[in-house]
């Protein structure tokens, strides 16, 4: 795939016609298909609403026309962990899974490696160079060196590629800044005179939450505020207690104060991190409900004011009030940032990053892919510059009309929707399958192609969260994560057998709401002795064997 933003002759030519393929090869003809109909399972919770005619809108149609395959994309609303084990264990798997796969110890990778070693999924190394926009998704910086020895090519596969990474930074310069953190409601911090850039330790969050709640503050309908929240399941309220972590980390293995390999469960900040949890939640601090919440809901408390305080990334927060319309008509609640938070060590939180990606998305085929050669051309077509054109931008004359510059660009109407929030609009264009089918590999480059970060933000992202992104900003470390040594680790199975499930959350979040800080630590030390003892006791193997690989390198990032 050519990584250059559009060249003149490219430009002037999408001036004149979409017909003829667009980085898909030397002026060839894309093989067609005929009528192939796949189905790709997007697991991630609360994922892809599908279109109300996954076969017949207009994307899918005109895909269809020019290669002859259709892939309906169907989303769960479920822990992606526990789908992807009912998938395998059931045996009804797609055609096509899209997964988180962040490597090392998550759930997630666990399962997905388990079925490749188990022979539940194609290997792809001896077919995907036939695929140009494909191909170079397993370049080093595109994903780091780490990720690639450890994980996309995991010891274990003997050689194979099962996993496609996508949604990848197509350099160093294109890594997507996800703007984590907490943020307050901007009347809120006024009335209450808080200076913002001084929260920063969890104490200070707390102390902060605490005035909250004795404020007597009300949302838009006159209810109570809550202090603080999440979006699903509890995303981001991990954000809340960032200052007990040390220093940013790659990985859950850890050098103690003696130099001893450790893991981050067995240590006192991740103890100080359930008990802080479980304060707010027993003090009224924390939404109870976070932690089984949907994105609906926690979209409709952010939008109405309901409340206070809230976390994970900050667009969610924005989106949210213009969704649902209170960016026009309350504009006084929009969300500001706190702090931001800093590290145990009092420096600023950041997004820390390898140099290539330590963990992204995946694509895998099943063994009971139909047809795998028309499941990867439907991919690198939507990864083409024609395809991203369709199935982003949609139809010229019609949702988008080229530039002077040959950029593809919403009509204006679409793009006052898009400002405005209008759900209405944003509805017609899933139906379309307009923005439906994206899946990108190489994610944030592709748009520079054009001249945008996504359709309609040609003049810019959202000024508040690019203020905020400069005092929390990316920064990129250079090393190999403790983790990658888990890939020479000769008891992978156990190991895999004692992580697997959610035995973890569970524990976490029975302590969060246990009676007193001493059931609290009783539930978290019955979850480290079985971490101890369980399957052989395989975990201690296992740090001892991270151990004794130290003098290895000299590179690790502790």
Not at 57 to 76: C, H, L, M, P, S
Not at 305 to 318: I, N, P, R
Not at 493 to 519: H, I, K, P, Q, W
């Amino acid at each position: 795939m050519t990584r250059k933003i559009l060249s003149t002759l490219l430009a002037l030519a999408m001036l004149l016609t979409l017909a003829a393929p667009l980085a898909l090869g030397e002026g060839t003809e894309l093989k067609h298909y005929g009528d192939v109909q796949l189905t790709l399972l997007y697991v991630w919770n609360g994922g892809k609403i599908a279109p109300d005619d996954t076969y017949n809108n207009d994307v899918a149609k005109a895909i269809r026309e020019k290669i002859g395959v259709t892939v309906a994309i169907e989303g769960i609303m479920m822990s992606e962990t526990e789908k992807l084990n009912l998938i395998f264990a059931s045996g009804d798997m797609p055609d096509i899974l899209e997964f988180p796969f962040w490597g090392g110890s998550s759930g997630e990778s666990i399962v997905i490696k388990k079925a490749a070693n188990e022979g539940m999924l194609l290997p792809l190394e001896d077919v995907i160079d036939n695929y140009p926009n494909l191909s170079d998704a397993w370049d080093v910086g595109v994903v780091s060196q780490k990720f690639l020895e450890t994980d996309l090519n995991d010891p274990l596969f003997n050689g194979h590629k099962y996993v496609i990474p996508n949604e990848t930074p197509g350099s160093i310069q294109d890594i997507t800044h996800w703007a984590y953190g907490a943020f307050v409601r901007s009347d809120i911090a006024q009335a209450l005179g808080t200076d913002l850039s001084a929260v920063k330790t969890p104490d200070d969050v707390y102390n902060f939450l605490k005035a909250i709640k004795e404020g007597g503050f009300k949302d838009l309908n006159g209810n109570d505020v809550i202090p603080a929240s999440s979006f699903h399941n509890g995303w981001g309220v991990d954000q809340l207690y960032i200052g007990f972590e040390e220093h940013p980390y790659f990985s859950d293995y850890r050098l103690d104060a003696e130099g001893n390999v450790t893991y981050r469960f067995l240590e006192q900040p991740y103890l100080d991190q359930v008990l802080f949890v479980r304060k707010l939640v027993s003090e009224g601090l924390l939404d109870k409900e976070c932690f089984t919440t949907t994105d609906t809901l926690a979209e409709q408390k952010t939008a109405n004011g309901t409340v206070a305080v809230q976390t994970a990334q900050y667009s969610v927060s924005l989106n949210a009030m213009k969704k649902l319309g209170t960016w026009q008509t309350n504009p006084e609640i929009k969300f500001t940032p706190i702090g931001p938070l800093a590290y145990g060590d009092g420096t600023t939180k950041v997004q820390a990053e390898l140099n290539g990606r330590n963990g992204t998305h995946g694509i895998a085929f099943p063994v009971t892919n139909k047809n795998l050669e028309a499941s990867l051309a439907w991919f690198d077509f939507i990864n083409s510059k024609e395809g991203v054109i369709l199935t982003e931008y949609g139809f010229e004359g019609d949702t988008f009309y080229f530039n002077e510059a040959g950029q593809p660009r919403w009509t204006d109407e679409l793009i006052a929707g898009k400002v405005a929030g209008d759900e209405a609009q944003t509805v017609m264009l899933r139906n379309r399958g307009i923005r439906y089918y994206n899946i990108p590999l190489i994610s944030s480059e592709r748009y520079l192609w054009f001249g945008e970060t996504e359709p309609g933000n040609a003049d810019g992202a959202e000024p508040l969260i690019e203020d905020y992104k400069k005092l929390s900003p990316i920064k990129l470390y250079d090393g190999y994560p403790l983790s990658a040594v888990f890939s020479t680790f000769d008891r992978q199975d156990d190991y895999n057998a004692l992580m697997a499930g959610e035995r973890e959350r569970v524990a976490r979040e029975s302590a969060y709401f246990a009676e007193t800080d001493e059931e609290a630590i009783a539930i978290i030390e019955e979850y480290r002795e079985y971490l101890r003892t369980g399957e052989n006791a395989v975990l201690p193997a296992l740090l001892q064997h991270v151990q004794e690989q130290l003098p290895t390198r000299d590179d690790w990032l502790f």
